[in-house]
């Protein structure tokens, strides 16, 4: 079972796309320094319409 999921995002407006998932996307967010950001999901389950065993990252 994957419980988590390492991703990179490239950006020419870093700040920017961190502004976006912090406040637009209320994602929790530590800054691990130098504006490096670790952004805390909670967990799918079946009750969000996935079967379990499967994975999804969609934007």
Do not use: Y
Request: hydrophobic letters at 40%.
């Amino acid at each position: 079972m994957i419980r988590g999921v390492h991703t990179m995002f490239h950006s020419s407006e870093p700040e920017a796309l961190r502004t976006f998932f912090r406040d637009k996307l209320s994602f929790p967010a530590n800054d691990v320094g130098t504006g490096w950001l670790m952004f805390d999901l909670p967990e799918a389950d079946e009750q969000d319409g996935a079967v379990s065993g499967t994975q999804n990252i969609s934007f």
